[in-house]
């Protein structure tokens, strides 16, 4: 019998199968005016959020890019000094400014400049003697003629008034009307440059008297004066064989000569050992506070589970632009939690009328001639209820904070008041409270039986991500930076118990400040 | 032609002559679903309607792991249960030819598809749905069950309580003399 019953339903299968038929025209009018507006979202970045690997690749060009461009932007060639000062120093009797103030002392002259006569005078003696910019003087003004000898014709030295050397206590600064010169060491050569605040990796500068240099000696002044008229005022004489302090290749000290001052060398020894004022290793702790969005396909990650708010205290060990940080923060997430609801509850499904009692009424019907008697029910409504059985999703807010702890790895790219970051490293993750608040039904009344069966992924304890981020820390002083960092992460093991088919990733921005000890 | 695929970024866009053109698509298919589930043509029309707002509405969580036709179809199935009467899974027992003879295919196969889809319609709401759920669309009595909110058995009684009620409708539309010759 069930299987002749049951050829019913091969009959509508087969004649229903592709049954269709042309709704009215005017369906599509008001179709179209209830279409929610578009989410727009570009395709390129529909395409990023929806497949992790694009995105993977989406993020590793970018900091890619990133790099390649900080790198450019921060290389500079470097030139050959000797031979520019050459060249520069043919022009400088025709008045050439920048001829002026770029003088060259060669290879072959460093013997002589290292002459007793030399040393033997004291700083001061010797800047008197210094021809001022008011009056070039020939280079037989110097006392030492050995220095005189030194210099070409084209060379001469040019002091004015103002110009002082004062050796610290690693490098020489030269100030010439408020101007201060550094002491770099360009490999082959030592430059004074100006105004760059680069001081010299390794040299010493133990002396003020001796002017002994090992490689040719080059001042580069990057002002550019207009007239010579100028020159008094603004610029800034070259300075080569005046009693420079000491300069002593620390990396090339087979080169050196002889030191016979007593005074200098008991100076020497007892100098401080050379450091790099920009310190080649740095401690520092950040306060940072973070933004990340969602970005991957999470069931239930609608507009609020999407936002994850953080902040974080992280130290910080860098070392040579190698660095590695870690420490701890805290992120919220909001979100909510899908119930499955089944409940039974009375409802109403109809009424009857309940006789209460008949009454007959009986009269003379005068028009017909006839004795009536009627009948009277005398009735009262009675509601049916009946048990309905109704599923229905519940829908309930949640929250929930993890405790994170990074570590990281990255390379930091230094710059005067940029410092460009490239950071990757696992952030461990634990949920260290979970608030989901007991299920409200606002339809208790007259429920007769419940059952509920949760619908949403439950919290995982531990969680563990990649990190991956590039950005930038601006140097608001000498300890104090400002970082800004957008950055991605891949959930290698989720917030939530998964199968394995969706992948958490989010994509974020931190900000926040680090002080540098 | 357009794929689904290209159709559907553009819709996401907001793109009205794609829209529209999903709409054709699927629009005749849909309304036959529509009137399936429904017991009366105006029924059939809300719900398309409606169905079709909600794929234009949630059409960014499509994602391509199955048919663009049997995403669309189950959203109108869910809308057209939605629309349903709540209680339509109360009713009167049939009390009488629940066991009666049922005709041959060679018969039923005269029945043009709409003089069967009014016997669909004439049924009660929780048999209707049930039947084209089971019948239709293939789905088992317990997916049934989830997807109402039912038990299996409950499940299992609308559908033999629903061929019964069509073997009846059929059977009294049916050329008496067809019928006496079979039976």
């Known amino acids: 019998m069930n299987k002749r019953l049951e050829e019913i339903d091969n009959l509508y299968r087969k004649k229903f199968g592709d049954f269709a038929e042309d709704p009215p025209e005017f369906l599509w009018d008001k179709v179209r005016t209830n279409i929610p507006p578009a989410a727009v979202k570009p395709g390129l970045i529909n395409l990023i959020r929806n497949n992790p690997f694009v995105s993977g690749i989406a993020g590793t060009i970018t900091v890619a890019i990133t ?23 043919k022009s400088l009797l025709a008045d050439d400014i920048s001829a002026i103030r770029q003088i060259s002392l060669l290879e072959n002259d460093r013997n002589t400049v290292n002459s007793p006569d030399v040393v033997s005078n004291s700083f001061q003696e010797k800047k008197a003697n210094i021809p001022t910019a008011n009056t070039l ?68 500068v133990s002396e003020e008297n001796t002017p002994v240099t090992q490689n040719p000696v080059v001042i580069q002044e990057e002002t550019t004066l207009i007239s010579p008229e100028t020159i008094e005022k603004e610029i800034v004489p070259a300075l080569i064989l005046t009693p420079l302090p000491t300069i002593r290749l620390a990396s090339n000290e087979q080169a050196l000569p002889e030191i016979q001052n007593p005074g200098l060398q008991e100076q020497l020894q007892n100098a401080p050992p050379v450091t790099d004022y920009r310190r080649n290793h740095t401690w520092s702790v950040g306060l940072c506070s973070s933004a990340e969005i969602l970005s991957s396909d999470f069931q239930f990650a609608k507009a609020r589970e999407n936002l994850i708010l953080g902040y974080g205290l992280t130290g910080k060990y860098e070392k040579n632009g190698i660095f590695i940080e870690s420490g701890a923060s805290f992120f919220r997430q909001s979100g909510f939690i899908d119930h499955n609801v089944k409940y039974s509850s009375l409802d109403s499904v109809g009424f009857y009328y309940n006789v209460d009692s008949l009454t007959f009424d009986a009269y003379w019907d005068s028009a017909h001639q006839t004795f009536v008697v009627e009948v009277v029910f005398h009735a009262s409504p009675h509601t049916v209820f009946d048990s309905v059985t109704q599923s229905q999703v519940v829908r309930s807010p949640s929250s929930y904070s993890y405790l994170e702890i990074p570590l990281t790895f990255g390379y930091q790219k230094e710059g005067r008041r940029l410092n460009w970051i490239f950071q990757g490293g696992v952030v461990m993750s634990a949920l260290i409270r979970s608030g989901e608040p007991e299920l409200q039904l606002s339809h208790s009344e007259n429920i007769s039986s419940l059952s509920t069966a949760r619908i949403s992924q439950q919290r995982s ?52 400040l680090r002080y540098i000890f | 032609m357009h794929s689904d695929y290209q159709l559907i970024q553009r819709c996401l866009k907001g793109d009205s002559v794609a829209q529209e053109l999903l709409y054709r698509r699927f629009a005749a298919k849909m309304y036959g679903v529509c009137l399936r589930y429904t017991g009366k043509r105006e029924d059939a029309q809300d719900v398309l309607q409606d169905g079709f707002i909600k794929v234009f509405g949630n059409l960014s969580a499509y994602k391509g792991d199955g048919s663009l036709e049997g995403w669309i179809r189950r959203i109108f199935i869910n809308t057209a249960i939605n629309h349903c009467n709540r209680n339509m899974f109360i009713f009167s027992e049939l009390e009488k030819n629940e066991y009666a003879h049922f005709t041959p295919e060679d018969v039923l196969s005269e029945l043009s598809v709409k003089e069967l889809l009014v016997f669909v319609q004439e049924l009660p709401e929780g048999y209707r749905i049930v039947f084209n759920l089971y019948a239709i669309e293939g789905y088992s009595h317990k997916e049934i069950a989830e997807t109402l909110g039912i038990s299996a058995n409950t499940s299992k009684s609308q559908l033999s309580r629903a061929r019964v009620a069509l073997q009846e409708k059929i059977k009294k539309n049916l050329k008496y003399s067809v019928y006496e010759q079979t039976a």
Do not use: C, W
């Open chain 1, 461 to 512: 304890a531990f969680g563990l991500n990649y990190f991956i981020a590039a950005g930038l820390e601006y140097k608001i002083g000498n300890h104090l930076g400002l970082m800004l960092q957008p950055y991605m992460k891949y959930y290698r093991k989720p917030l939530y118990f998964d199968d394995g088919s969706n992948k958490l990733y989010t994509t974020g921005l931190k900000a926040g």
């Open chain 1, 137 to 204: 003087q020939p280079a037989s003004q110097f006392t030492s003629p050995a220095v005189n000898a030194l210099l070409p014709v084209s060379s001469q030295p040019i002091l004015t008034e103002n110009t002082t050397i004062e050796p610290t206590d690693n490098r020489v600064e030269i100030t010439d009307n408020g101007n201060i010169f550094n002491r770099i060491n360009n490999g082959e050569d030592i430059i004074l440059e100006k105004p760059s605040p680069i001081a010299p990796e390794n040299l010493v």
């Open chain 1, 67 to 89: 790099a390649v461009t900080v790198y450019l932007s921060a290389y500079e060639p470097a030139e050959a000094p000797g031979i520019a000062a050459v060249e520069e120093n």
